[in-house]
């Protein structure tokens, strides 16, 4: 089955550790894009990528960083440079054609204390 | 004010009931309109599109006003299962392609 994954499902760090979330598509899609939701908000955008070692900052990327050494791998990294980093986050992915279908993984939620 | 407004809700309906959400947004160089579904502690889902001559898909419709530039949705005969978050999502072009943004959210509580 084609889909996204996302790993893990929930995650539990201290304060001032960086983490690193996994996402995982094999849609042989060119496009993947992280978001952020916080609780009655909206996706807000933090990095995405249209081509293989290549990315943009979106709206909200700093304390964050992204990696796209594979067109299939896209992983977030949670800096401590990140003020409020407890959320759910999800990644995504479209083709190039048709960014408007974007299909999400399950989401990871991240609670830093 | 945010590039795309919405009522947050919660709209709380009974089975059988009509009910409709608006989504506002401000950039009129907006292009594409599209409904998203999200369930609760779930991922956000592509509803449908949103045509000016409108799109109807069974129970649900959506349209589009752009001189008052909002968006629209639709649901007739409510049911249970239609409990959930929508989301309206705005694309519009720009030097990096489409960009997409997204609505709060309205939720949705169908009661028996």
């Known amino acids: 089955d084609g889909g996204i994954t996302q790993s893990p499902k929930y995650l539990f760090r201290k304060e001032g550790q960086n983490v690193t979330l996994s996402c995982e598509q094999n849609?042989?899609?060119?496009?993947m894009y992280w978001y952020r939701q916080d609780p009655g908000q909206g996706l807000r955008l933090i990095y995405y990528?249209?081509?293989?070692?290549?990315?943009q900052k979106g709206d909200i990327a700093e304390g964050y960083s992204v990696s796209r050494e594979k067109k299939e791998s896209f992983p977030l990294t949670v800096t401590s440079a990140q003020k409020n980093p407890t959320a759910f986050y999800l990644c995504?992915?479209?083709?190039?054609?048709?960014?408007?279908?974007?299909?999400f993984g399950p989401g990871t939620r991240l609670t830093v204390t | 004010r945010k590039e795309v407004e919405q009522d947050p809700g919660p709209f709380n309906v009974p089975e059988g009931a009509t009910v409709a959400f608006n989504c506002t947004y401000s950039?009129?160089?907006?292009?594409?309109f599209f409904w998203y579904r999200q369930d609760c502690r779930k991922e956000p889902k592509l509803l449908m599109s949103?045509?000016?001559s409108g799109n109807e898909d069974g129970r649900f419709t959506a349209q589009l006003n752009r001189a008052s530039q909002y968006i629209s949705l639709l649901i007739r005969d409510s049911k249970l299962s239609d409990s959930a978050t929508y989301l309206c999502?705005?694309?519009?072009?720009?030097?990096?392609?489409?960009?997409?943004?997204f609505g709060g959210g309205t939720r949705l509580m169908v009661k028996p």
């Open positions: 995504a992915s479209s083709s190039l054609d048709f960014t408007y279908e974007q299909y």
């Open positions: 849609l042989n899609h060119d496009a």
């Open positions: 990528s249209q081509i293989v070692n290549d990315f």
């Open positions: 950039n009129s160089a907006s292009q594409s």
């Open positions: 949103v045509y000016s």
């Open positions: 999502v705005v694309i519009r072009l720009d030097n990096a392609g489409n960009m997409l943004t």
